[in-house]
């Protein structure tokens, strides 16, 4: 079993800039991205990022591209998200999911998923 724990949300002003972990317990051979999520009150879960551990493709969705930055630390399974220029319309739960297929952002791609870290935008 795979084990995403992640960190790095809080509260932050309209502007600022926040900078996500995700954690994971392991890798599988199978599952080669990892994915970030959000999901804001209300609204259903979109994909903000994703990135492929082989070679470091990046994959971002229009409304947080030139603001948001995902990398990766292979030696220590982590993956990051940097959050610049947030907006209101950012706050949300922020989850990180590994799986095998990551350009276009979907949850479909996903196999394992973190339980989340809340990010709250204030304007």
């Known amino acids: 079993q795979v084990r995403l724990v992640e960190s790095g949300g809080g509260s932050v002003q309209a502007g600022g800039s926040l900078r996500l972990s995700c954690a994971a317990s392991?890798?599988?051979?199978?599952?080669?991205?990892m994915g970030w999520f959000r999901q804001a009150p209300g609204k259903e879960r979109e994909g903000v990022a994703g990135?492929?551990?082989?070679?470091?493709?990046?994959y971002y969705a229009d409304s947080v591209k030139g603001r948001f930055t995902i990398s990766q630390d292979n030696a220590k399974n982590t993956v990051y998200l940097q959050m610049n220029s947030l907006k209101s319309e950012d706050t949300g739960m922020y989850y990180c999911a590994l799986g095998d297929y990551c350009a276009t952002l979907s949850h479909l791609g996903m196999d394992y998923w973190g339980k989340g870290t809340l990010v709250t935008v204030s304007s």
């Open positions: 990135i492929y551990f082989a070679g470091g493709s990046t």
């Open positions: 392991r890798y599988t051979y199978s599952n080669n991205c």
